[in-house]
């Protein structure tokens, strides 16, 4: 797993760039998986999980269109799984706000700077992205 950026228009962005809401990019995570070990519909129920999908652009106390809630998918296999899982959690009426989830096809992916990278392991944080009980 690597921390990045994806889904804008900047080559090489840096996280300065990012942040300056000009490169279009979203902070990403790359996730590289055995499928023989878990499914992609897994790694979406995980997703879902770990984050609140109706808040445009915030995660967490983090606040910009950096931030925006985003499935990058590969194949027209992840996008298909990524829709459907997308419609049942809508219908589930787990939250009373929209959905806001960007579906989109993976664009380059940018690694970060090497400080980005195991962030709140290196700084002995808990993430904040995380979907407060509710």
Not at 44 to 49: A, G, H
Not at 55 to 73: A, C, E, H, L
Not at 113 to 132: A, F, M, N
């Amino acid at each position: 797993m690597r921390s990045g950026y994806t889904g804008g228009h900047l080559k090489n962005p840096t996280y300065e760039d990012v942040c300056s809401n000009k490169s279009g990019h979203a902070e990403a995570v790359e996730i590289v998986y055995d499928p023989g070990k878990i499914s992609y519909a897994q790694l979406l129920d995980v997703f879902w999980s770990i984050h609140d999908p109706t808040t445009p652009n915030r995660q967490g106390p983090d606040v910009g269109s950096q931030y925006r809630s985003g499935i990058f998918f590969h194949t027209d296999e992840q996008e298909k799984l990524a829709q459907v899982s997308k419609k049942k959690l809508e219908e589930s009426k787990k939250f009373k706000n929209a959905i806001v989830t960007e579906i989109v096809k993976a664009e380059e992916f940018y690694p970060a700077e090497e400080y980005h990278q195991d962030y709140y392991q290196k700084h002995g944080l808990v993430p904040t992205c995380h979907i407060p009980n509710r």
